[in-house]
């Protein structure tokens, strides 16, 4: 009985020292990977002798010890702001890396460009012969390294469509570049496609610490052509060709022409029309277009335009030309040196 009642009237005294053995080993860990470990080990030891002590005194010790203790553990797991940003921490950007293949080594490395882009343009101008063109963009192979381009030729070839074939690549007269451009080929002829290359020179930026290869020195760029045919600029389709009741001979057709002005297809209805007569854009009667000349027996037509008065395009009612703009053509660009090119219809990585 009296065994009893000492454990029972010394509960409170027990119940400090339980704690106590579980705080320390709670922070046991913590407090190791820290540089106060022996420090707060010591302090820990102070505030368990003073509760031993409590216990060993028959009077009920205060709450002072206890307080302490709460007060001690607080200020160790207190949560307070950290100088140092966490590896999940939201707030720090992402790590992004790029490829970039360097060759080891003092090289130097020129490889093929490639025709980025072929346009056909057509635009109002002065010059009749500046009125239609294809706009090439030439761009330089981004993994060329510790080279100078010294020139560029640019290489053209055409198809023609009398022969359905496809003509031999030469050099375009007139044609100066030293980098990436964008040229505007004016000598072009509606009708016909055309398809481009370009041949690049260059030379180590400094021979004294970068060695180019001679067969690296001149590259020549895979060919990249249009799909579709240049327009022409209007499209007389001839439906009947006939003597009128005056004893001249008359056209009936239907008629469409580009808008240079307003850079649309403008399309009119069946007319029918005598020599001498205009159509197309421009004042009533001062049209761009006239009707030249028409031959019944031949069953042709042929049209004068006074933008260009030299060129005068025979019409025949077998003939059906095109007027609408072709879409663009984007070419792709070559695969990073020492990976094979995606094969036919394979989709690049």
């Given amino acids: 009985m009296d065994e009893q009642s000492f454990w029972m009237r ?15 080993g709670i922070l046991a860990v913590p407090l190791a990977m820290t540089g106060k470990a022996v420090e707060d080990v010591q302090g820990l030891e102070e505030i368990h002798n003073e509760l031993k002590k409590k216990i060993a005194d028959p009077v009920l010790p205060s709450r002072a010890g206890g307080e302490r203790l709460v007060q001690w553990l607080q200020e160790r ?3 307070r702001p950290s100088a140092v940003n966490a590896p999940w921490s939201t707030e720090r950007r992402p790590v992004l890396v790029n490829w970039t293949p360097q060759e080891e080594g003092r090289f130097a490395r020129h490889y093929p460009g490639h025709v980025a882009r072929l346009h056909h343009r057509r635009e109002a101008s002065p010059q009749p012969d500046q009125m239609s063109f294809i706009e090439v963009t030439g761009v330089m192979n981004t993994f060329d390294l510790n080279v100078v381009h010294r020139s560029v030729e640019l290489l053209r070839k055409v198809w ?7 003509g031999e690549l030469s050099p ?5 570049a030293q980098g990436d451009f964008t040229y505007r080929d004016y000598a072009i002829e509606p009708g016909k496609k055309y398809g481009y290359a370009f041949t690049t020179t260059a030379a180590s930026k400094d021979p004294s610490q970068f060695e180019l290869p001679p067969a690296q020195e001149t590259q020549t760029s895979a060919e990249c052509a249009l799909e579709e045919s240049i327009p022409y600029d ?5 439906s009947l060709i006939r003597t009128g009741p005056d004893g001249s001979p008359v056209v009936s057709a239907v008629v469409s022409y580009f808008d240079h002005d307003s850079g649309e297809v403008v399309e009119l209805r069946r007319a029918n029309y005598k020599e001498g007569e205009r159509f197309g854009p421009g ?11 028409i031959l019944e027996t031949e069953q ?32 792709p660009a070559p695969p990073p040196p020492g990976t094979a090119a ?3 219809g394979e989709a690049a990585p």
Wanted: positive net charge.
């Fill in 10 to 24: 010394n509960i409170d005294k027990i119940s400090y020292v339980v704690a106590g053995v579980l705080a320390i």
């Fill in 77 to 79: 797991w207190a949560a």
């Fill in 160 to 166: 023609d469509p009398k022969t359905e074939a496809w």
């Fill in 172 to 176: 375009v007269r007139g044609f100066r």
């Fill in 234 to 238: 209007f499209n007389f389709a001839i």
């Fill in 283 to 293: 004042e009533k009667n001062d049209e761009r277009y006239e009707v030249r000349r």
């Fill in 300 to 331: 042709e037509v042929w049209i004068r335009d006074k933008v260009n008065p030299l060129a005068r395009p025979v019409i025949t009612r077998k003939l059906r030309y095109s007027v609408a703009p072709i879409p663009a053509v984007e070419c």
């Fill in 342 to 344: 995606p094969a036919a």
